[in-house]
């Protein structure tokens, strides 16, 4: 029953991202670039993501316009959180590159088993700070929203692995396109991100408002 809630709620989602990208278009290449120049630094990439996480919310919100002074609140809030959290699969994804190549040159296999589990860590933790810095992009506090975010991940396994995927070919297509990586990315990406939690998470709403009323 649970499978079949989230097939359901995924593909709502999918059919809402094309709609929106497409009616958000120009906002969206802007959010790309600025992205994109924001992230140069790259210590910066966690910020630069949030507010992004926030600027689509506020496009998706019945105002359908970015709100300056909202992003400023946020990333006042939980900005250096952000740069924290995403270094985590930075680091860890360092770590496995840098045990496991010697390892598998050599056939170490405490190097491999090092690099096994970074690289784990790596993926998982990639995949936690999407709900996560969903969370924090609507002003939760960094510790709530992780705990979010790792609930989020553990309750809905196939959307998330289904999400990274398509972030994934979004990545490879608009890098082969070269140009089109800095335009589209980042607004494409993050608003299957963001649309994909929200539509889990207003279902699950629903469904909680029904049970409530179920048990009455």
């Known amino acids: 029953m649970a499978e079949t809630t989230d097939q359901i709620a995924f593909r709502s989602a999918l059919t809402a991202v094309p709609s929106f990208v497409y ?18 630094p790259l210590i910066t990439v966690g910020p630069a993501t ?10 998706r919100s019945e ?5 300056v002074s909202r992003l400023g609140s946020v990333l006042r809030r939980n900005g250096v959180a952000s740069v924290v ?15 496991g ?19 784990y860590v790596a993926m998982y933790s990639a995949l936690v700070l999407v709900p996560t810095f969903s969370a924090m992009a609507r002003g939760v506090s960094p510790v709530s929203a992780l705990r979010y975010g790792i ?9 998330v692995l289904s999400m990274a995927l398509l972030t994934v070919v ?28 929200d539509e889990f998470d207003t ?12 048990a009455v």
């Not at 949030?50 to 496009?59: G, N, S």
């Not at 469904?207 to 179920?214: E, K, M, T, V």
């Open 85 to 99: 959290f995403s270094g985590v699969p930075v680091v860890f994804g360092g770590i496995s590159v840098l045990y």
């Open 170 to 197: 979004t990545l490879v297509v608009t890098a082969l396109l070269m140009v089109a990586f800095p335009l589209l990315f980042a607004g494409i990406a993050f608003s299957l991100h963001v649309i994909v939690t």
């Open 101 to 119: 190549i010697p390892a598998l040159s050599r056939g170490m296999l405490l190097g491999e088993i090092i690099a096994l589990i970074a690289g």
């Open 151 to 159: 609930r989020w991940v553990a309750s809905h396994p196939t959307a």
């Open 50 to 59: 949030l507010l992004a996480y926030a600027a689509v919310q506020d496009l």
């Open 63 to 67: 105002r359908n316009a970015v709100d």
């Open 23 to 40: 009616g958000n278009a120009l906002r969206l290449v802007v959010l790309s670039v600025a992205w994109v120049v924001c992230s140069l």
């Open 203 to 214: 279902r699950a709403d629903e469904n909680g408002r029904a049970s409530a009323l179920a």
